[in-house]
C-alpha cells in the first residue's frame, strides 16, 4: 500500500500522470489565453501573471475584431486606446457607407453616419435599387411605391399586371390572384381556367377539403343551358323579376316562392326537382342534393300510378249508349267501387350515382360519398366488399349496390 501511494506521488511529478483538476485548469488557461471568449475564462483561477497575459490577449483579440468595422456591436469600445478608438471609427465609417452605396439594404445603413455627398449617392442607389425590384413584378409587397416617378409606376403598374394574369391563368391559386387587376378579357379566361382546375380537384376524392362546391353549381346550371346569364329586368317588375330568378330552377335561395301565384309555383317545382334529380345522379354534386326532394317525386310516382290503374280498372260505357240509359248488363253485376286503400303497384327503384368513401376491414359496412352508412346484407356480399376500394364509382339502385368498375353487385341495407 505504501508502495502504491508513493507511485501516485511521482507519477504527476514525472510528467507520466495528471489529476484531473490539473487538465481542467490546464483547458481553463488555454481558453483565457486565447482572448476570444472573456466570458469562458474563469479569471479568478489565474496566477496574476497569467491575469496580465490574458488581459493583453483580449484587448489584442478586441482590437482585432473592432478594426474591421463589420460588426460595430460585436467591439468593446471603451477597451480601446484613443488612437485604436479612431482608427476602428474610421473604419466603421467605410463599412457603413460601402453597405449604404448598394442600395440593397437600407435597413442596414446608418444614414446619420453620412456626409452630405455619401447620403445622396446613398439615396440614388437605394432608388434604382427599389425600380429594379419594382419593374420585375413579381414582388409588388416588396417595392415602394412611393419611391418611383410617374414614368416608373407606369411600367411597374404594367409589369405588375403582367405577372399577376401569369399567375391567375394558371388557375390553381386563386388566393393569389388580384383579380381586381384584370381586364375583362382575362377574367373571363382566368374564371374558366380556375373552374377547370376546380373540376379535377372535386374529383380528387383526397382533395375534396379544397372544392369550391359553389364554382361546380355554376358549371352545372352553365351546362344545363341555365348559366348565371344576367337577367333582362328592364322594364319588369319585382314578381316577373321573381319569377324569371325562380324559373331557372337552379337559385332556389334566392326564390322568393311566397310571390308565385299557384301556376308559377307548380312550374317552378317541376323544373326545381328535375334539376335536382340530374344533381343526385351525378356524383361530383351530391352536396346539392335535396334526397327529400326524391321522396317527393317517389311518392308523387306512386300516386301517379295508383290513379292509372284505378282508371284502367272502371268500368266504360258501350258506344253509342246514352249517359242516363244504364246498361242491362252493368245492372247483372255489382257495381265497381275505387277501393279507399292504395293499389300496390310495383314501382321500379331510382339509381343514384355515388363513388365509395370508405369500407370497414371486415367488408362489416362501407360509406359512399354522401357519408349513407350502408350493411352487407350477406356473408358473400361482405367479401365482395372487401375487395372494394375508395374512390371506385358506384350505382345503388334500391337494395342493390353496384361496382362500375369491377362490374360486381351486392344487397345492402341502410
Known sequence: MKMLSTLLFLLPVLGLWSSPASAQYDRNLAACLSGAAPY???????????????????????????????????????????????????????KNYATCSTGSAPYL???????????????????????????????PFLCKHEL??????????????????????????????????????????????????????????????????????????????????????AGQTPLEQNYATCIKGTLSSLCDHSLLTPPEATEVRQVEHQINRRACETPSLQWSCHRDWLAEDDRDAARQAVQKSAQNAAPTAPAGTGASSPSPVANLGPSVVTPDTPVNTPVKPRCEAFWL????????????????RL????????????????????VRCGPRLTNKETNQSIDVSG
Open 148 to 233: 418611383l416617378t410617374p414614368a416608373q409606376r407606369a411600367t411597374v403598374d404594367e409589369a405588375e399586371r403582367r405577372v399577376n394574369f401569369t399567375t391567375c391563368i394558371r388557375g390553381i391559386s386563386p388566393f393569389l390572384c388580384k383579380h381586381n387587376l384584370l381586364t375583362p378579357q382575362q377574367a373571363a379566361e382566368v374564371r374558366q381556367a380556375e373552374h377547370s382546375v376546380n373540376r379535377q380537384t372535386c374529383a380528387n376524392p383526397a382533395l375534396q377539403f379544397n372544392c369550391h362546391r359553389d364554382w361546380l353549381a355554376e358549371d352545372n346550371a352553365s351546362a344545363q343551358g341555365q348559366a348565371y346569364a344576367p337577367a333582362q329586368t
Open 375 to 394: 350493411r352487407p346484407a350477406a356473408d358473400s356480399d361482405k367479401t365482395i366488399l372487401r375487395e372494394w376500394h375508395r374512390g371506385q364509382r358506384l
Open 357 to 372: 368513401g370508405a369500407v370497414e376491414t371486415n367488408g362489416d359496412y362501407a360509406f359512399l360519398s354522401d357519408y349513407t
Open 40 to 94: 469562458m475564462c474563469h479569471h479568478e483561477l489565474l496566477t496574476p501573471e497569467q491575469a496580465q497575459a490574458v488581459r493583453q490577449a483580449e484587448l489584442a483579440k478586441n482590437y482585432a475584431t473592432c478594426s474591421t468595422g463589420s460588426a460595430p456591436y460585436l467591439c468593446k469600445h471603451e477597451w480601446l486606446t484613443p488612437e485604436q478608438a479612431e482608427t476602428v471609427r474610421q473604419a466603421e465609417l467605410a
Open 109 to 139: 445603413c446608418k444614414h446619420e453616419w453620412l456626409t452630405p455627398e455619401q447620403a445622396e449617392t446613398a439615396r440614388q442607389a437605394e432608388l434604382g435599387q427599389n425600380y429594379a425590384v419594382c419593374s420585375t413584378g413579381s414582388s
